[in-house]
Nanobody, 127 residues
Framework: VQLQASGGGLVHAGGSLRLSCTIP????????IGWFRQAPGKEREFVAA??????????YYLDSVKGRFTVSRDNAKNTVYLQMNSLEPDDTALYYC???????????????????WGQGTQVTVSS
């Protein structure tokens, strides 16, 4: 299972970016997808996740990104999106997407619960 993350870049504070995570060649709707980030010198941190299923699947967010970030999925394109608005300098990090076909709700924020990982895409927010 090969995850491909893209969409990172350099933006000013208050700007927006949309990250994409694609998994070609799988039954995409079978996978729970999580987004994590890691800033230099810090541990990997949960950002958002969307449950397996359709476009109305349950979503979960880190408290500090609620209302600013939106995770969604398009199974026809085998892609999950992370729309990031009102970006802040503290959002600067390497962003990873991860996938798991089996995930209990209590583990959805735990990176160890995800079996497959993408390569990461850098998001830099300048002040």
């Amino acid at each position: 299972v090969q995850l491909q993350a893209s969409g990172g870049g350099l933006v000013h504070a208050g700007g927006s970016l949309r990250l994409s995570c694609t998994i070609p060649g799988v039954t995409f709707s079978n996978y729970n997808i999580g987004w994590f980030r890691q800033a230099p010198g810090k541990e990997r941190e949960f950002v958002a996740a969307i449950r397996r299923g359709g476009s109305s699947s349950s979503t979960y967010y880190l408290d500090s990104v609620k209302g600013r970030f939106t995770v969604s999925r398009d199974n026809a394109k085998n892609t999950v999106y992370l729309q990031m608005n009102s970006l802040e300098p503290d959002d600067t990090a390497l962003y990873y997407c991860a996938a798991s076909s089996t995930l209990i709700t209590s583990s959805i924020r735990n990176p160890l619960a995800y079996a497959y990982w993408g390569q990461g895409t850098q998001v830099t927010v300048s002040s």
